[in-house]
């Protein structure tokens, strides 16, 4: 069994044989983000806020997309091809983007990042990890995967972390395998988007 630090020797070695950048910053984010693995050519890299209450967790499911890219490159490049668009649409409310394209850009997101929870909780049943909190990670991959239908629907990113205890404690502890689950809309109970709500502002207040 690894234990937290030996996992993640493990990882920074495997990511620098591979020529990336490992940057564990020291804080609780980073540009408000926990961290990201990028693939750009000649900026390779790989980032975690290290103080994110979640570091861990953030960092062994970004370790996850590097196995993505890693092991099954096809379906790498062609999810990865859209899905900035959505996030650029967020981000910057002059843009018009058609139905379709945001439509192709959700899908791709919800697969790539479906796809990669899927590895970690393979990877963590295969080789264990002390201390490793899995039905934790598993409220908390729901918060994520969710979290996307409402940054759509809202045209906007949480301004908190969706990681909170008042909105895990809503979240199930059971992962679907079949992504369509996700992708329906209809799956997303009342009471999980109201408690992801609160970490947007929407209705609610910091008490």
């Keep these: 069994m690894d234990t937290k630090l ?16 490992v940057d564990l910053r020291q804080k609780e984010n980073i540009d408000g983000y926990g961290g990201w693995f990028g ?3 000649g900026e390779e890299e790989f980032v975690v806020a290290m103080k994110h209450p979640m570091s861990f967790e953030i960092l062994i499911h970004e370790y996850c ?8 490159r096809p379906f790498w490049n062609s999810t990865i091809e859209d899905y900035d668009t959505l996030f650029n649409w967020i981000n910057d409310k ?40 899995i039905d934790k990670y598993k409220r908390a991959v729901n918060a994520y995967l969710w979290s996307y239908h ?31 689950y996700y992708l329906d809309k209809n799956n997303l109970t009342d009471e999980m988007r109201q408690a992801l709500l609160l970490e947007y502002e929407i209705n609610s207040s910091d008490d």
């Design 6 to 21: 030996s996992f993640t020797l493990k990882v920074v070695k495997e990511l620098l044989n591979h020529g990336f950048s």
């Design 39 to 41: 693939d750009d050519e």
């Design 65 to 72: 997309h590097f196995l993505q890219w890693k092991t099954d």
């Design 94 to 133: 002059t843009l018009n983007v058609s139905e379709e394209d945001l439509d192709k850009s959700f899908n791709c997101i919800l697969s790539i990042e479906h796809d990669c929870e899927k590895r970690v909780l393979r990877l963590v049943k295969n080789n264990p990890i002390e201390d490793f909190d």
């Design 150 to 180: 409402i940054n759509r629907e809202l045209r906007i990113r949480p301004v908190r972390p969706i990681y909170s205890d008042r909105v895990m404690s809503h979240m199930p502890i059971s992962f679907y395998n079949d992504l369509s």
